[in-house]
């Protein structure tokens, strides 16, 4: 707020230098005539001419902060007129208004005319125009519109109260945080998403994380094996002998084709022919959202990197600070889905005489 952002001749008021002097400028400042928009224009107009903030505010009485503030907010209220807005909205700020104003200057000239419109219909105060306009900021980064949600400015607004929210176990700041989203709610849509935190914060049905698509290959036979094709008869004796022998690793028995790239066999079943686009990512049993083991396991991880559509009873690859994680998610995500766990699969078991008695171990 001490620095005045640059001016962008499009968003400026226009102010005729060679009609008005600086000496009236300097006139209009002491005594306040006009309204607010003016005294913006004769702040830049001054500044232009080079004197500095400083000067001004020894000629006139307005500090800098202030004229910093109304400056700003004359050229927000000059994009709010060239986006026509409604008689309401001038009528409200022609005399008073440029701290709320101030607060829009974040925002693009639609979302500015579509905050200036919420605000006038609220009767909101420049704190409140502060949340609308970080509210609607935040909500045009989202990379698709919240499921229940609209661009509305008071549907992003109620959207910020109902992801904070969710983030409460405690129950009365959980109530208000819902009650203002509420207030800001409009349209129905959002209501209802919104609502639905109340029914759950009250013993409502709550979602619960799935299992995780957990197998395990038993029988010897289903366990594939990748096999090099050395090629096409009539063929070279020398070619025959020569071709290298599958190098297998680990326990998944995963084949290195280069330094790049790995194979790894599974079994055809069906989950694994209807993905689209399957890859596989070795993991442990502290890499998972929840410890399927008693102890430290390997696990192999199918991932269909086609299937990005979210599903409450699903776990996803997501991209956390550049690295990939699985998580579940109980409502749609604001972060974009990587690809659909469609399967977990353990390593066969070896098991000794005396572990085959144990039931609970082979019963999977």
């Known amino acids: 707020m001490t620095e005045i952002p640059p001016t962008n001749p499009d968003d400026s008021p226009q102010a005729d230098s060679g009609s008005v002097n600086a000496e009236e400028l300097l006139q209009l ?18 500044q232009k001419d080079g004197y500095s903030p400083q000067a001004i505010f020894e000629e006139t009485g307005f500090e800098p902060i202030q004229q910093n503030q109304v400056i700003v907010a004359s050229q927000v209220h000059s994009t709010l007129i060239k986006a026509g807005v409604s008689e309401a909205v001038k009528s409200r700020f022609e005399s008073t208004g440029s ?10 000239q639609p979302e500015r005319a579509a905050a200036a419109e919420f605000i006038v219909a609220r009767n909101l105060d420049s704190e409140g125009s502060r949340e609308v306009a970080k509210a609607i900021k935040e909500f045009s980064r989202l990379s698709r ?14 959207y910020q109260y109902w992801k904070v929210a969710k983030q409460h176990n405690d129950l009365q700041e959980r ?20 609502e639905l935190l109340l029914t759950e914060a009250f013993g409502g049905k ?40 599958i190098k297998y690793n680990g326990p998944f028995e995963v084949v290195e084709v280069s330094s790049k790239q790995q194979l790894v066999a599974i079994p055809g079943w069906q989950v ?23 102890k430290p396991e390997d696990f192999l991880l199918i991932i269909d990197r086609k299937s990005t559509q979210w599903e409450a009873d699903t776990y996803f690859a997501v991209d956390s600070l550049g690295q990939v994680k699985i998580e ?7 972060t974009n889905l990587l690809g659909r766990i469609i399967l977990v699969l353990r390593p066969k078991k070896i098991l000794d ?12």
């Open 29 to 46: 400042l002491r005594r306040k005539e006009s309204n607010w928009v003016k005294w913006g224009l004769a702040c830049q107009q001054l």
């Open 99 to 108: 701290d709320s104003l101030y607060e829009l200057r974040i925002l693009t």
């Open 145 to 158: 519109v919240p499921e229940g949600f609209t661009n509305h400015p008071g549907d992003a607004v109620a």
């Open 175 to 194: 109530s208000r945080l819902i009650a203002r989203g509420l207030m800001f709610a409009h349209s129905q849509e959002a209501r209802r998403q919104i």
């Open 206 to 245: 709550q979602h619960r994380a799935p299992r995780l698509p957990l197998y395990r290959i038993e029988a010897e036979e289903a366990l594939p094996r990748l096999l090099p094709v050395v090629g096409q008869m009539p063929l070279k004796t020398n070619d025959f002998q020569e071709f290298s022998n």
């Open 272 to 294: 694994v022919r209807k993905a689209q686009d399957a890859v596989a990512i070795l993991a442990d049993s502290s890499q998972l959202p929840i410890q399927p083991a008693n």
């Open 328 to 334: 579940w998610f109980s409502e749609a995500p604001d």
């Open 353 to 364: 005489e005396a572990a085959s008695q144990d039931v609970w171990q082979i019963d999977e």
